[in-house]
């Protein structure tokens, strides 16, 4: 949904931290750090994106401060 609704890229998503993201009303966005050419963007969250991520949380996956969003290996 990340992808498909903020314009995110593979690579993005692997290195996207619980810490860059804010999801509350008012200030829903992202924060890529070294995205495509090494740059820093922000990205703004849609209501389904956003509905998606929190249900994604509650069921208590990378709850924890610095994780990433994506298992490795």
Do not use: P
Request: glycine share 10%; charged share 30%.
């Amino acid at each position: 949904m990340l992808m498909l609704r903020c314009g995110l890229r593979v690579q993005e998503i692997a290195h996207l931290t619980v810490d860059a993201v804010e999801l509350e009303y008012g200030r829903r966005q992202i924060l890529v750090a070294n995205g495509k050419g090494a740059k820093d963007r922000v990205v703004y969250v849609s209501e389904d994106a956003r509905t998606a991520l929190l249900a994604y949380l509650r069921n208590g996956h990378r709850k924890r401060k610095g994780y990433s969003w994506c298992r490795r290996g």
